[in-house]
């Protein structure tokens, strides 16, 4: 088929509101936002971020009422991140293991307040516990050890969902780990648990914020290049998502989000499983510090970048900024 110009104008449909809404492509909902969440130690605790403005750590006995936040904004999923204390942190992460720690403590405060009106997503990988800042245990040059890792990160993933976990999420990119704990679930009658996998997790310059907010930025030694993908790239993600689909993978993630665009379309082409993307504390960040020198309005960038996930192929997106989205969203 040709079309030309005058019989076919592509600015007819464009012309009014109720006409560029008709035949809109993609839409974006408060349904496909996943709100990631901070929990620090104490009590009545609300600690601002100072690398992510607008964003804090919260106590246990108030992680609750952001659930309900989420609730009532039509948010489905909230992802919890612990800052754990430097005093409870250690070279082999024992802490992942406490069924009492900040992570299984929050899952039970917001499964108590909420039930099952909102889900719950929990990061699996020990940085948040170590006190070398990496994602697993290490030998003595400093390389991350990956089976010995991942038997650690079965337990991990036993412990959340034994505390109430919807969703565990294992962000450490060690081989093998995503079967290792759908073989734990299933065994452990937990076979209703979902695992959403970081399959497509980049060595990224974009984390700084995050790891500032769960306390592990000025612990790390060395990088995380050997666990983490190159970000020049892109057929290693299929070859990581294939393994994990077939370990047992119910969804995949991809992270950084914007920067790795491509990664989630060529992704949601190839396989037939939903594909999420985590927009990244520096993702956030950027956004704010644009909005703070006045050379772009907050919500016009936010908007724009959330569909263009969408558009992309994402089922849905962890966001810090998921509640201002939602408003803007819910009118």
Known sequence: MTASYPHTRLRRTRASAWSRTLHRETTLSSADLIWPLFVTSGNGVEEPVASLPGVSR???????????????????????????????????????????????????AIKDACGEEIGVLTDVALDPYTSHGQDGLIDDAGYVINDDTVAVLVDQALNQAEAGADVIA????????????????????????????????????????????????GLLKGDKTTYQMDPANGDEAIREVELDIAEGADSVMVKPGLAYLDIVYRLKQRFNIPV????????????????????????????????????????????????????LLNG
């Open 276 to 327: 999420f993307a985590y927009q990244v504390s520096g993702e956030y960040a950027m956004i704010e510090a644009a909005q703070s020198v006045g050379v772009g309005d907050r919500d016009a960038l936010l908007m724009e970048k959330l569909i263009a996930f969408k558009r992309a192929g994402c089922s849905g997106i962890l966001t810090y900024h998921a509640p201002v989205a939602a408003r």
């Open 58 to 108: 919260w106590s246990v006995d108030l992680i609750a009422a952001r659930a309900k936040e989420a609730v009532q904004l039509g948010i489905p999923l909230i992802a919890l991140f612990p800052n754990t204390p430097a005093d409870r942190r250690s070279a082999n992460g024992a802490e992942a293991l406490d069924p009492d720690n900040l992570m299984c403590s929050a899952i039970k």
């Open 170 to 217: 294992p962000s450490d990119m060690m081989d093998g780990r995503i079967r290792a704990i759908r073989t734990a679930l299933e065994m452990a009658s937990h076979p209703n648990v979902q695992i959403m996998s970081y399959a497509a997790k980049y060595a990224s310059a974009f984390y700084g914020p995050f790891r500032d907010a769960v306390g592990s930025g």
